[in-house]
């Protein structure tokens, strides 16, 4: 389970401060799938790279399954996958190395990571090109050893950036795949996407920010509900155009706060 409270983060710049992230809090349930949406700057990535403890918050705190990223930053690592499809693998190495080098780095022992090695390929069909250097892989095989490298360590929850940038129909399928994989192994998901027809289809709960606060949360059918809107991209549009104070204007009981 993720726990984000009052997450905040201000970054200096010397002609002004940028506030990125504004007491963000939700939280995401295991064999939950998260969309957390918004327009370019909104401060997603902000709020991933606090999440994962890249980044040091202002204020506020995460939590991922009992963890907190404050005081026990290295649990969380071992806890949190990562997927970022622009992610490049170690061009020199074979995808069987790769996956020995990341499972060593989490701490899964030499045993452990060949099981799961074995598992994965055959979960994601990369056994016929595990001992080929990855600079001779296409950008889809390429894809599915990221996909194998996230869960190498098994972890419970699953942090995604724009997963199915520049992939054809065929690979962002075999994201799709992967999500309801993850659903139903009970991880709990967070999805960061500009592609709001697929965020609908993969996600079972939204929170949508913008300039830094999370303006609306809840469920496809909730949103819809609160914004009298049918569609993702029409409630997405609806936001862009709400003027700041008329949004926060929305009853505290009608915008699903957690
Ligand atoms: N290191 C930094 N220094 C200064 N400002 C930053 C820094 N990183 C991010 N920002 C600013 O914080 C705000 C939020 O950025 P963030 O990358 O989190 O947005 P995003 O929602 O992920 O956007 P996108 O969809 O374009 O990736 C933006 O105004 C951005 O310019």
Redesign the pocket.
């Known amino acids: 389970m993720i726990i984000v409270k009052d997450l905040t983060r201000v970054?200096e710049?010397s002609n002004q401060d940028?506030l990125?992230?504004d007491q963000i809090s939700f939280q995401v349930q295991q064999g939950e799938v998260y969309g957390l949406l918004?327009?370019?700057?909104?401060?997603?990535?902000?709020?991933l790279r606090m999440i994962l403890g890249l980044l040091k918050p202002t204020s506020g705190d995460a939590e991922v399954e009992g963890f907190l990223v404050s005081s026990h930053p290295d649990e969380i690592k071992r806890r949190v996958g990562l997927v970022s499809t622009s992610a490049g693998l170690y061009q020199w190495l074979t995808p069987r190395e790769i996956l020995f080098f990341f499972a060593d780095v989490y701490g899964v022992s030499k045993q452990q990571a060949t099981e799961r090695i074995r598992a994965l390929s055959r979960l994601f069909d990369i056994t016929t090109f595990l001992d080929r250097r990855s600079a001779t892989l296409s950008t889809g095989q390429k894809q599915r050893v990221n996909l194998a490298r996230s869960l190498i360590h098994n972890p419970p929850v699953m942090l995604m950036d724009e997963p199915t940038r520049g992939l054809d129909v065929v690979g962002s399928k075999v994201i799709f795949d992967y999500i309801d994989h993850l659903r139903d192994e009970g991880k709990a998901v967070i999805v960061?996407t500009?592609r709001l027809d697929e965020a609908e289809q993969l996600c079972d709960r939204f929170g949508l920010?913008h300039q830094?606060k999370k303006r609306y949360e809840g469920t496809l059918t909730e949103l819809q509900e609160v914004t009298s809107c049918q569609t993702l991209t029409q409630i997405f549009l609806q936001l862009l155009d709400t003027p700041f104070e008329q949004d926060e204007t929305i009853p505290a009981t009608q915008e699903k706060v957690i």
């Open positions: 970054f710049a940028v990125a992230v918004g327009p370019n700057g909104a401060g997603k990535t902000t709020t960061c500009h920010m830094g």
